[in-house]
């Protein structure tokens, strides 16, 4: 099976799980800081994974049964963790640095996560197309433009913080497709979240954070609710698929479009003035994202042109097979 799924065709379903993580996730960022403001960061996020894998469980045991759940010890174990590194540490760092900086600085900040795949790609000769690398310079360039909009200045302890998240999440995507996980992409999930929301926990109680309920406002309500119904279960799980489905490159293009949506929130609810360095920013960032793509599906088409004339399999990545991968990969992620 290919690592990243690099050779995954692009369907209408890769497409629409795409725009949900374009869309959802984008919002999350406003979701997170509406959360955080009256209940702490990681028993926030606790709150939210837990609920979510509940939820999750309970649909699957519902529609499947206990199949779905059907597991190695070495399979469950790898996915807590990645839920580790994806939730505890990547999401989790992000909800705590939004105490500090501006959710448009997180965002700018977490698109350092395909920059950080493309390097431990090289790690494993896995190497990009120079204009595949092209794109998300490019991509990031946008990003910068877009979210350094004369926003708040973040603090130190908040750029290390999130860039630590960034780092760990891209550990976590970039290991998932290496390791032994579930063959049910959303039972794959409903572990990763189950142990994402007890390594919050566990870091909450370590931290020393409490939680009265009496205090949390209903705005920090709503953020939790829209987490665990849209942030989680939509798009952690439209995600779970489509990393098992469609390029990396593609996939990594969230992390331009992400903050183009948080910039439009911003403006929409918090009266965030648009101006020309914004859509100069949103215009960059859909010239990076062309780039991939077009890219990634010249690759690919090479690739079937070369099978097709009976060269054999071109190698991919590690694995060095074509066959597209089951939806339990996960390989590349945002942090929200």
Sequence with gaps: MTVNAPDAKVTPAVWGALAIVYVVWGSTYLAIALAVETIPPMFSGAMRFFTAAALLG????????????????????????????????????????????????????????????????????????????????????????????GGEAGSTVGIVIILFGALTWAVGSFLSARIAMPANAFATSAVEMLAGGLGLLLLGFVTGERLDLTAISGRSWAGLVYLILVGSLIGFTSFAWLLGHAPISLVSTYAYVNPAVAVALGALVLSEPVTIQVVAGGLIILVGVALVISTERSKRAKRVGERVDGEGDVGLGVGGRHEPQPARHHVDAPVE
Excluded: K, Y
């Design 58 to 149: 309970g649909f699957l045991l519902v529609r499947s049964g206990r199949e779905a759940f059907r597991m190695t010890r070495r399979q469950f174990f790898g996915a807590a963790l990645v839920g580790l590194l994806l939730l505890t540490f990547g999401n989790g760092m992000v909800a705590v640095a939004e105490q500090h900086i501006s959710t448009g600085l997180a965002a700018l900040l977490v698109a350092s996560v395909p920059l950080w795949l493309v390097v431990f790609r090289f790690a494993v000769r896995d190497r990009p197309q120079p204009l595949t690398l092209a794109g998300v310079l490019v991509g990031l360039v946008g990003v910068a433009a877009l979210s350094l909009t």
